[in-house]
């Protein structure tokens, strides 16, 4: 069956950065798209990108660019959300979830990564 | 891009019908059909409910329906139950971009 498993939660400080990361199976990696969605506590879904995965090619929503990077690695059906230079606002649960026909029909379980000194 | 406007709360006693507004405008909503809607439980990740504006993905129940017109989409819950309370967000394609409405509280009395 398809899945989606997210690296586990993280604690960093101001500055620093972090990789999430997104394993999947049950699928063929290459044939769908994957998005990135952020939800800071208790506010709603906030679409941040989505990458070709047969191309590595990412497309940024406004407010995800620099600091965010979205990568891939194929051999291993794995995507990846680094974020540097993280802030307080950036303290968020980060989802990724694979796009089919229609949008997004499989979700990772998030990854929750906090910002605080 | 603009979050889509949804109202920030609804509710409906068991076995009652409500119905959830997505309002866009004619670049996004009105522009396809590519609005999805997604059902999300505390603590847990977004599960997709209806997607192309009235698809609804295998193992959900009919009692969930979607549908469009103009600049607005709505997702119309039946005969409700105790486990439908959760949030929902509404989704809808922006040209190479997606956009999330502000999501809708609903509440079961």
């Known amino acids: 069956q398809v899945q989606l498993v997210q690296s586990g939660s993280e604690l960093k400080k101001p500055g620093a950065s972090v990789i999430v990361s997104c394993k999947t199976s049950?699928?063929?990696?290459?044939?769908?798209?994957m998005n990135w969605v952020r939800q800071a506590p208790g506010q709603g879904l906030e679409w941040m990108a989505w990458?070709?995965?047969?191309?590595?090619?990412?497309t940024y929503a406004q407010g995800f660019t620099g600091r965010f990077v979205f990568s891939l690695d194929t051999s291993v059906n794995t995507a990846y959300l680094q974020i540097s230079s993280l802030k307080a606002e950036d303290t968020a649960v980060y989802y990724c979830?694979?796009?089919?026909?229609?949008?997004?029909?499989?979700w990772g379980q998030g990854t929750l990564v906090s910002v605080s000194s | 891009q603009s979050a889509l406007t949804q109202p920030r709360s609804v509710s409906g006693s068991p076995g009652q019908s409500v119905t959830i507004s997505c309002t866009g405008t004619?670049?996004?909503?009105?522009?396809?059909?590519?609005v999805s809607w997604f059902q999300q439980h505390p603590g847990k990740a977004p599960k997709v409910i209806i997607y192309?504006?009235?698809k609804r993905p295998s193992g959900v129940p009919d009692r969930f329906s979607g549908s469009k017109s103009g600049n607005s989409a709505s997702l119309t819950i039946s005969g409700l139950q105790a486990e439908d309370e959760a949030d929902y967000y509404c989704?809808?394609?922006?040209?190479?971009?997606?956009?999330f409405g502000g999501g809708t509280k609903l509440t079961v009395l």
């Open positions: 979830a694979r796009e089919a026909v229609g949008g997004f029909d499989h």
């Open positions: 049950g699928y063929t990696f290459t044939n769908y798209a």
């Open positions: 990458i070709n995965t047969n191309t590595g090619q990412p």
């Open positions: 004619s670049s996004d909503v009105g522009g396809h059909n590519y």
């Open positions: 192309d504006v009235s």
């Open positions: 989704c809808s394609y922006v040209g190479s971009y997606k956009v």
